[in-house]
RNA sequence: CGGGAUGUAGCGCAGUUGGCUAGCGCACCACGUUCGGGACGUGGGGGUCGGAAGUUCGAGUCUUCUCAUCCCGACCA
């Protein structure tokens, strides 16, 4: 199935392209921009979303869900927020079509016209705020922490499969604050568990820092976000978490009387990932031979191929594996035991290989007359033969160990590729040649941040956290700097 | 929304200066031999050539219009 497949060196994008449509991850949809995600891709999102809905709950946040669609006048209630979101709106105006004249299909009926235009949400906190003000009158009704699973609509000019969609699904949390030190304690708490979430079951190391203010979120404050470096170069923003200060509140009127019975504004934050998260575990760990998962989120962490010549054969070796299937979901690990007569080994092979199925288990009869199992592994592609006994637990150790090499060889390339860089030449050169993340000072203008933008396409991915003051001059300006900031050119 | 390209079977493509029955590879179906890294042979099914109009004895091929997709820019999680 992925014979002609492109490697990354020859066409990267192209490579990525293919990679999610053979995989069997998703595919185009009819509608411009939309995917279909398929099965396979959907159960990886699935496992995402159990984590991270965990980790939410386990920080004390709560599920609800919000309309989809938010009235018009809503959005003009925050200036900024407007601005950053009137261009890629979907907009509902009509709710009834009628049989076309001449008969052939149908057409909508003008006489359906909304009063009031609905807005397709691009993100919820306009109607989210609307529904706060009725929620909150006291201190004692904060802190509110709310999450929701939601798809949101983005009208953009030019879609990838998971990494830009018109559609995408991703959790939105808004929460509501009666101090501004607890609001920003929030936003690093959840930037905090996306980091977490990302190198600790995408093994997918990141930058954590927080935006400049060209690159904040449209209403924020402050905009906190990870970063991670993918195979070409490019960066990838994987989570936002943002501090919103009184903003929202203002706009939507949402006050609370404090302890001291002061008539007080609320304070908020909200933060996200969505389906993009896909295309960063795509495109850091898979190589020319597939997709390459890793154990925490792979749907299949265990494949067994059986290879027979006849139903006698595949009997003999069935009565082997069954209960080796059995030892191992006893352990957690999710095991598929592909017996279809229908597909050869070697087809088997190359399907699963291709699919990121962390390890591979193959009995034939040799191995029945032997005792063996031949155990093969994605991430490095060796193949070994082990003896039956005891092979569950070598079986979880190597599932802890492939996820442990998939993060450390990310943080490899991501440390091979992040360069200090003290001259524009270099600056320029860097990005020409290798790309990936320039460590350099900025002196801390808009304007520098948007010729840099102009002339190399790279921007300021983040300001990082605790970063160590160093004085210096601006790559760019040559006037004076702080410390370091993180440029790349981004996805 | 600017610049470039492409639409022929599910996918990838060929199809000459207009010519008679539209082809190839992969995939699909049947049978046989195979089965430890994407098997082979034989036979088979599948097309209003993106759409509309026109030129012509005759259009996949020429003309006009139209629609769609892809790439490159401006915008973006």
Known sequence: MAKDFPTRSENYSQWYNDLVIKADLAEPSPVRGCMVIKPYGYAIWE?????????????????????????????????????????????????????????????????????????????????????????????????????????????????????????FLWQEGHTAHATKEEAIREAETMLNVYASFAENWMAIPVLKGT??????????????????????????????????????????????????????????????????????????????????????????QVVIVPVFKNPEQLNLISEKVLPLKKALEAKGISVKYDDRDTQKPGWKFAEYEFKGVPVRITIGPRDIEQGTVEIARRDTLEKETFQMTDIENKIVHLLYQIQANLYNKALDFRENNTFRVDSWDEFKRVLDTTGGFIAAHWDGTPETEEKIKEETKATIRVIPLNNPPEKGKCVYSGNPSEGRVIFARAY
């Open 47 to 167: 496992k995402i979303q159990a984590a991270l809905d965990k980790m939410f709950k386990d920080t004390g946040h709560s599920n609800a869900y919000f309309p989809l669609f938010i009235p018009k006048s809503f959005f003009s209630r925050e200036a900024s927020h407007v601005e950053g979101f009137a261009k890629e709106c979907a907009v509902v105006t009509h709710y009834r079509l009628k049989a076309a004249p001449d008969g052939k299909g149908v057409i909508v009926d003008e006489d359906a016209r909304l009063e009031e235009e609905l807005i397709v949400r691009p993100t919820s906190e306009t109607i989210i705020w609307d529904t706060y003000r009725n929620w909150i009158k006291s201190y004692r009704d904060l802190p509110i922490l709310i999450n929701q699973w939601a798809n949101v609509v983005r009208w953009e000019m030019r879609t990838r499969l998971f990494l830009r969609t018109t559609e």
């Open 211 to 300: 935006k400049s203010p060209a690159e904040r979120f449209a209403g924020a404050i402050d905009t906190y976000a990870i970063e991670a470096l993918m195979q070409d170069g490019k960066a990838l923003q994987a989570g936002t978490s943002h501090f919103l200060g009184e903003n929202f509140a203002k706009a939507f009127d949402v006050k609370f009387l404090s302890k001291e019975n002061q008539l007080e504004y609320v304070w908020a934050t909200s933060w996200g990932v969505s389906t993009r998260l896909m295309g960063a575990l795509i495109m850091s760990h898979s190589d020319d031979n597939g997709l390459v998962l890793p154990p925490k989120l792979a749907p299949i």
